[in-house]
């Protein structure tokens, strides 16, 4: 069972619930967190492991063989992220915008692109107890989210078997590393809160989502601020809401400390273990 935790906006609380929902889940069964919000990963402040591996990962980029070249002009045709461009008698490539499609350097007539590798990020593995944690992060100054998200996505579908509930600690907002990040889970949980921004922001999570054809739920977090709005429009759309996670200081100050909440705050373990009943539910039921 693979769920991605999402967001429409920053700040709601995935990773509040992504890591207390994990250590929920420890108790009783093996579990893998993935902190897949590789520009800020900060699932690891919350959940600490003995670290059991590390991998340099890279992406291909073209590489532009002047010896060879004829200056044919085919590959800025060809790449829609003007990522390589011709200017004058050279070619120049901008690795920031490359896409690693390999349509330049495969449809080169004299084979003057050839792709090479540039380091993106760096993943690492941490173990403790029944959680496996996987973090990766890209290095200072690398642009591009997504490669490294699908990188990390391949290495837990190999080191893990789908016995393990695995959860993914998507990055916030509707664009291409949230795609990504969601595309191939089974089940995606959109956490919200209870104001105008968050239920303007739950509005594009939720079309995203029903364009990728996911099935997804809502949690409203800091519940108890704001109005009725986002329980009125769960309700008209006919999205089940499975936890109301209220809204208090001390939420804040364990969060502040890096300490997870549902072991302090018993009304949290309860919502969390409605979540962790319907995620198990979804499990045995497929």
């Known amino acids: 069972m693979k769920i991605a935790i999402a967001s429409g906006k920053g700040g709601t609380g995935k990773t509040t619930l992504s890591t207390n929902l994990t250590a929920l889940f420890a108790e009783t069964e093996t579990v893998v967190l993935t902190d897949l919000d590789v520009e800020e990963p900060n699932s690891g402040l919350f959940i600490k492991g003995e670290l059991v591996k590390e991998e340099i990962k890279y992406k291909m980029i073209p590489e532009w063989k002047e ?13 829609n992220f003007h990522a390589v461009i011709q200017l004058g008698p050279q070619i120049l490539v901008f690795p920031e915008l490359c896409h690693s499609c390999y349509a330049c350097s495969e449809l080169c007539p004299t084979s003057s692109l050839p792709m090479i590798t540039q380091r993106m990020g760096l993943l690492k593995q941490f173990e403790n107890k029944n959680i496996s944690f996987i973090e990766s992060r890209l290095d200072i100054g690398q642009e591009q989210a997504v490669p490294l998200i699908a990188q990390t996505n391949e ?81 008209e759309d ?34 969390l273990q409605n979540v962790k009943n319907y995620i198990i539910n979804l499990k045995n039921n497929n």
Request: net charge negative; charged share 30%.
């Open 67 to 79: 010896d060879t070249c004829t200056l044919c002009g085919e590959c800025q045709k060809v790449c």
């Open 155 to 235: 290495y837990v579908d190999k080191a893990f078997n789908k016995n393990t509930v695995k959860i993914f600690d998507a990055p916030p907002g509707t664009s291409c590393p949230v795609i990504e990040a969601t595309k191939d889970v089974d089940f995606v949980i959109l956490v919200t809160e209870p104001t105008p921004f968050g239920l303007h922001d739950l509005k594009l999570a939720v079309e995203t989502m029903k364009e990728l054809q996911k099935d997804f739920g809502v949690v409203i977090n800091r519940y108890g601020v704001g109005n009725d709005d986002v329980l009125d429009y769960c309700e």
């Open 238 to 271: 006919n999205i089940p809401i499975l936890a109301k996670i209220p809204n208090s200081r001390k939420v804040a100050e364990l969060y502040s400390k890096g300490e997870l909440v549902y072991t302090e705050l018993p009304e949290v373990k309860k919502e």
